[in-house]
């Protein structure tokens, strides 16, 4: 399996800066198949534009414009670029210089970042990358230094806390994404007001509640797709479309590809 070391991506690199244990690349992903590969350094994705679909041995994160991904060193992942223009922005850090901070502890894996707090500091440090001033290489790592105290107290379960609803919504998306679901039968169910539900959703995760089980369903579908043996009916069935042709002109719409097509392209994805 490829290690690439630091600075390095797949794709064509359009600018980059280093300083102080921070490497920040911007790159146009030009490769429709990544295969598992894994990265000398931590590192942030922020997708700029585009879509793109990254695959661990845990779980697939399907990403679009705006989304944040968060990789520990040494991890082992893939990347699929549906059709279409994407580009990336990344912070690597290295491990020295989450020591010199003391934010080494606690923050593994690779996974999906939701908070929109978090993802404001990102389009910041975007910000002044693109300025480069004097003073940038200050400002960009007192972000980060911000970056990982918040996602160190997300791990630990100390800072804000979201309200219990949140967390009660979660599990009910998550085992019940291929059925009919409304916003009003959501919030009867938790007793919480429409307004209020799809407002601080939408706080919590960066996403609508509409978006949020789309993206579900496509996981699954994904899933369904590398297990292999299931038609495209059965599918649409599981992921909860009223017809085959339904899924099929969803699928494409959120991939580029049509499924078959996916299929044939990714057979082991």
Known sequence: MKQLLTGKFYGNTFSTMSAGGITITETEYTHDWVDWHYHENAYFTFLLSGKLIEGSKKEKNICAEGALLYHN????????????????????????????????????????????LIINKFKNIYSEFSRNSDDTGFAIEECLVDIFGMLQNSVSGSGSQKPAWVGYLDNILKQRFNQKLSLKSLSDELDVHPVHLSRDFRKHYNSTLSGYIRRLKLQHALKLFSTGGSSFTQIAHECGFADQSHFLRWFKQATGLSPKAYRTKFPKC
């Open 73 to 116: 060193c040494q991890e082992p992942h893939y990347n699929i670029k549906p059709a279409g223009y994407s580009r990336g922005f990344h912070v690597e850090i290295t491990g020295k210089w989450q020591k010199h901070f003391g934010l080494a502890a606690g923050i593994e894996g690779n996974y999906s970042i939701n908070s929109p």
